[in-house]
Each structure stands twice: as structure tokens, then as C-alpha cells.
């Protein structure tokens, strides 16, 4: 009998994505397919609204009739949505299902053509879809307004384009899976984070005088000269060939337009050769048995000095955030940004935009995003990371209602010492902000951290799912899970938003300061009022959770 044949490329394709379709919606017993293909599709709304901006903007007579804005737009739309795309797995500490060897090691398909499917079918998930939607609305109002030849090799460098950044995208994420895996993590994301730091402060600071004219004169008094170069080296790097390829056909240059997908197919190529390198050696390390590990003694050992069972799950949960390599990767993303931002001399822009307001605005932005990626990452799904351990939680005789109050004490305080230090950083850092200033972002962070923890407790019993230690594989968080996240998340930033915005230009006031503090204070009671429902339900799915975080 003669064996079937292996599945094609594009069967193999079409498999993958509908298998991670099926893992993004973790549709199981009890929940609704609509509500949770509706929150799929939900996902990738903000790609529309985008997209149509971006076309109407292309279609505006100033930027249609410029010799020079259409191209500059198209060029900085092109290096933004490579560098975010790429910088991805950065961002959101997050270990991406494409990465997996393991889960489909049964499946007839070699690693290598995993890896270019999975990478390809990166680019039709929704985060992809609100990625690329302002450079797609920004290229189809270009194409409408000025007419390019060979739309159909237009399309095809798209194509390129978006292969491009999902290859460079898979280099990122392999290389933050490797330093995740690596024994010595946090010396290398610690020292990683010196030398940027170093580096970044022997790169000059980008002039922003330009600011000041376009205050003074409007966009006409505005030097054109630095404009066209930074469009021209906009246009030199790997992701501006994109947008260069399009100026070149507007001309009838296809040659030029062929030099430029050419390039594409080239760095396309190297990415992919990195990426695969990288996984098949975080693979190697993940089956490489860990080295021997000295028992300490008592003078070491943390739970001697613990007099309570409540005082030992504390240092038991602060243990184990503490030695957890996402949670040190997500320390150190707030300070990169900070860097970011003044290496790239943003500052400057929000105070152009924001006026006395803007220090306030980028002090507490930066400390709530460090206290929601600390804190929603754990706390949305707080008893995955115990795995079996949960069993002898359970049966040990422990209150289990005293485990998730641990947990909630000990990831709100994560949460908030984070803050707490990316504020003092950027006062340090950049030498601004005042007092007030800093007393409104955390108190901003005070009323964020309530509201994550008391969604996060009810995601955890209802959405639980599995953490894989060795970080080989792991069971996605379902997409509806994820939405009522962010939901939390924009609720519990809602007060410091509004009170910011009441405030203008003229900056932040005690009565700014107050607004805060007390929606803070009626986020606290809230969490306070939710927090005997959760243990209540606890109680009652307590099987339900321990099933779902110790199936394999």
C-alpha cells in the first residue's frame, strides 16, 4: 500500500493558519464561537479607520500636489512599519506560536518550510492587518493621485515589502526567545540595556528647529531641503525600498523599481537564514538538560525567615516573578523607549503638540505602560505559571483564597515599584517634569493596577491556559481574553487621559492631581467590592483551572 503524499506548500499553509486560527480563538466546552470569532474580527477593526486616514491624506491637495511630501509620507510610513513590526516581540514579551518546532513535530513538514509558513502566515493575522493598514491607505491614495506603471509589479513589491519585515520580525522574536532561554538572561538583557544606553548617548540628538518654524510660519517657512533628505535616506534602507520602488515607476524607471525588489529579495533571504539559525539553536538549548543545581543551606533558603503560611506564598510568588524571564524583559522595555524617545529627540514634538502638558503626558505614559505589561502579563492569567504545582497548592492545607490575594499583592507591587522606576528614570534622564508631574502619573499607575488585577482575577478562572516553562511552546491566551484585557487596561488609564485633557496645554494642576486620586481611590473600592466574588468563584472552578494549566 503505498504511503499518501506529503501535503503541498500552500495545503501546508492553509493547515498552519487554520491551526492557529483555531489556537487564537481556544474555542473549548461552554463558550461562544460567535463572541469569540466576533472579538477576532474586532481585533483588526482599527485597521480600517487607519487605512482610510492614510488614503485621505495622500488625496489632500497640499500633499497631492507636492513634489516632495507624497514621497517623504510613503518612506517614513515604510521605516515605522518595519521598525514596529519588527521590534514586536520586544514590545509585548511574548512567545510566539509561529516559533514552535514541538507542537507540530508530528506533522509531515520540515522545520525550514515551517518556518517560511508560519512567517507567512504572520501576515494575516489582525495585529498584521493594523501594522500594515497606514502604509497600504497611504499607497493606494498615492497610486490614485499619481499614476504608476506596472501596477501589477507594484503589487508584487508590496508583497516583498511585507516578506521583508514578517522575516526580520522572526529574527527579532528568536533572538528575545534565546536570551529568554539562556541561563545567564538577565545579565545579558541587564547589560544589553548599559550599552544601548552608552551608545545612545554618543548619538547627537536630532534637530528639531524645524518645529519651531512650522510654529512660527505654518508648513510653507519649513526648510524643504531637510525634508528631501530625509526622504532620500528614508528611501536607502532596506524598508524604503518599498517606497522608493513606487516614486521609480511613477517615472517609468522599472529598472530602478527591479534594483529595488531585488534588494528586498535579498535582506528577505538573509532574515530568513538568521531566523532559522536562531531557532534551531534555541531548540538545541531548550533539549539540553540544565546544569546541576547546589541545594543552600538554611542561611540561604528565603522560607526560614517566614513566620505565616500567608508570609511563605508571598515570598514564593515574589520568588518566582522575580526569576521568571519574561518579567525581566518586560522591566527593561520602558527604559528602552525612554531612550528611544530621546535619542530620537521626541520630547520635542510632544511639547510642540502638548505644550506644558507634554512631560506630564510622556512621564505617566511610560510608567502605565510598565505597570500594565508588568501586571496584565501575569495577573490575566495568574495561575498558569504553577502548573502542577497548583495541584499540591490545592491539596496542601492552604486556603487557595490566600494564593490569588498573594499573587494579586505581590504583581500589584511589581506593577507599581516598575512605574515607580521608569518615573524616576525619566525625571533623571531627561532632566524635566516637576513634582506635579510625577505625583499625577503615579498616581495614574495607582488607579491602572486595581483595575488589572480585579479583571485579571476573573480572566484567570474563566480563560485559564497552560505556561510552558521552557518557553518551547505555550497555549495562547484566547482572543477574548486578550479584548476584555485591553478593555480593563483603557479603563484604568481613562481617569489620568481626561484629566490630562481638561488640563490642555497649560499643564497639569492640584485639581488635575485630585481628579486622578479619586477615581483611583473608587478603582481601589471596586477592586476591593470583586475581590470575595473571585474567591467565591475560585472555590467553585477550582478543578476547571487546574485542568486547563496542567493539560500538555
Known sequence: MNRPAAPGFFRHLWLLWGLRLH??????????????????????????????????????????????????????????????????????????????????????????????????????????????????????GFASVHPVRAKWFAVLLYVLFALLNAAWSRVGLHLVLNVLRAKNSAQLIGGGFVLFLAAASFIPPIDTSWLTAVGEGGVDKLDMALIVDATLALGRVPPGFFGDALLELTYGYRRNALIDGVGMVFFMLMGMGIAYALLLRFHRSVGRAG?????????????????????????????????????????????????????????????????????????????????????????QNTFAYDGHGLAMLIAAPVELGDVLRAKNRVQGTAASSMALLVGVFYRVYFGKGSALDFLCAMAAVVAVVPVLLAAG????????????ASLKRRDKLPLTASMLGIVAASVGCAPFAWALRFAGKGGPTWQTLAMIALCAAAYAMLYRALLPLALRLLDQRREFVLRAVTRE
Open 23 to 140: 489556537i487564537g480563538l481556544n474555542q473549548g466546552p461552554g463558550r461562544s464561537r460567535l463572541l469569540a470569532v466576533g472579538a477576532f474580527l474586532l481585533s483588526s477593526a482599527p485597521a480600517w479607520g487607519l487605512g482610510v486616514t492614510f488614503y485621505g491624506l495622500m488625496r489632500l491637495r497640499p500633499v497631492a500636489e507636492s513634489d516632495v511630501w507624497p514621497f517623504f509620507i510613503l518612506n517614513l510610513l515604510c521605516f515605522v512599519t518595519a521598525a514596529g513590526w519588527v521590534a514586536w516581540p520586544l514590545m509585548n514579551a511574548g512567545v510566539d506560536d509561529h516559533s514552535e518546532l514541538g507542537r507540530y513535530a508530528p506533522f509531515p513538514i520540515s522545520p525550514f518550510r515551517l518556518l517560511i509558513a508560519s512567517t507567512v502566515s504572520s501576515l494575516f493575522e489582525p495585529r498584521a492587518l493594523v501594522f500594515y493598514a497606514p502604509l497600504t491607505g497611504a499607497a493606494l
Open 457 to 468: 482575577n476573573f480572566l484567570s478562572l474563566y480563560f485559564p491556559v497552560k505556561f510552558h
Open 291 to 379: 546544569p546541576a543545581v547546589k541545594e543552600s543551606g538554611d542561611n540561604n533558603d528565603p522560607f526560614v525567615r517566614t513566620r505565616t503560611v500567608y508570609s511563605t506564598l508571598l515570598v514564593r510568588e515574589a520568588l518566582d516573578l522575580w526569576r521568571n524571564p519574561r518579567a525581566r524583559l518586560l522591566a527593561s522595555v520602558p527604559f528602552v523607549l525612554a531612550i528611544l524617545l530621546k535619542l530620537t529627540s521626541g520630547r520635542a514634538l510632544f511639547e510642540f503638540l502638548l505644550g506644558a502638558s507634554a512631560d506630564a503626558w510622556l512621564m505617566g505614559g511610560l510608567s502605565i505602560y510598565g505597570a500594565v505589561v508588568m501586571a496584565s502579563t501575569f495577573s
